[in-house]
């Protein structure tokens, strides 16, 4: 298996820009996790899904963010319109169900200008 | 909400020595609590957990101690080696899994050959 795949690795926009995260769950895996991470706030969940529909999106910072799972193996994070203090590493993650372990991607390094 | 509180935020060892690294958890009904490893640039990774009915875990080198009374828990590492050098999260989650994890903001361990 080739574990949660994340894409693009690195992402440098200008503030305004709409910017589109991508994640491709372990095959089976049935839940779905967004995280940020940044050096003052740490990682923090931002939302999460079991079997496509959205459980707890109370991390989400404001109206700006978006998720969606639009099948059982793929989802989306977007940020429109993107701001500098929206930089940061950004990694989905998935879970057979959701009391067992996460697998984390390999992330998305986000940068706005 | 839960809280995670984690220390000490960078820890350097000789190689050979063995490493602790301590959290404290705000919410008496957190019952399962990961440990992940991130090096430098990659993705957390999952290296032990413990759920709530157990005391303590090991796994060669690497053990964690549950304190449910005083809401702490504990990372060991003993014979540390230089790969062990990285960031050390700690988690903690009221759901008995992946769901509504909170991480502590990180132990940089490094250790020195």
């Known amino acids: 298996d080739a574990g949660v795949i994340q894409s693009p690795r690195h992402e440098v926009t200008e503030m305004g820009q709409e910017v589109t995260l991508r994640c491709k769950l372990i095959?089976?895996?049935?839940?779905l996790f967004w995280y940020r991470q940044t050096m003052m706030r740490g990682l923090e969940l931002l939302i999460y899904?079991?079997?496509?529909?959205?459980?707890?999106d109370s991390g989400m910072p404001e109206d700006r963010f978006s998720a969606k799972m639009p099948n059982a193996s793929f989802s989306t994070l977007k940020i429109q319109p993107s701001e500098p203090r929206d930089s940061a590493v950004y990694f989905c993650?998935?879970?057979?169900?959701?009391?067992?372990?996460?697998?984390f991607g390999n992330g998305t390094r986000l940068t706005v200008t | 909400g839960e809280n995670v509180e984690q220390h000490p935020s960078t820890l350097s060892v000789q190689e050979g020595d063995s490493a602790v690294i301590k959290c404290t958890y705000s919410d008496s009904a957190s019952n399962y609590f990961p440990w992940y490893k991130q090096e430098l640039g990659k993705r957390p990774q999952l290296i032990i957990d413990i759920r709530s009915n157990v005391g303590e875990k090991k796994d060669q080198r690497i053990a964690v101690t549950l304190n449910k009374t005083a809401k702490h828990f504990s990372l060991h590492i003993t014979e540390t080696q230089p790969e062990d050098s990285a960031v050390y999260f700690c988690?903690?989650?009221?759901?008995?899994?992946?769901?509504?994890?909170?991480f502590g903001k990180g132990t940089k361990l490094t250790v020195n050959p």
């Open positions: 988690a903690a989650s009221s759901q008995g899994g992946s769901e509504k994890l909170v």
């Open positions: 993650a998935s879970s057979l169900y959701g009391g067992s372990p996460l697998h």
């Open positions: 899904f079991n079997n496509n529909v959205p459980i707890d």
């Open positions: 095959s089976g895996h049935n839940s």
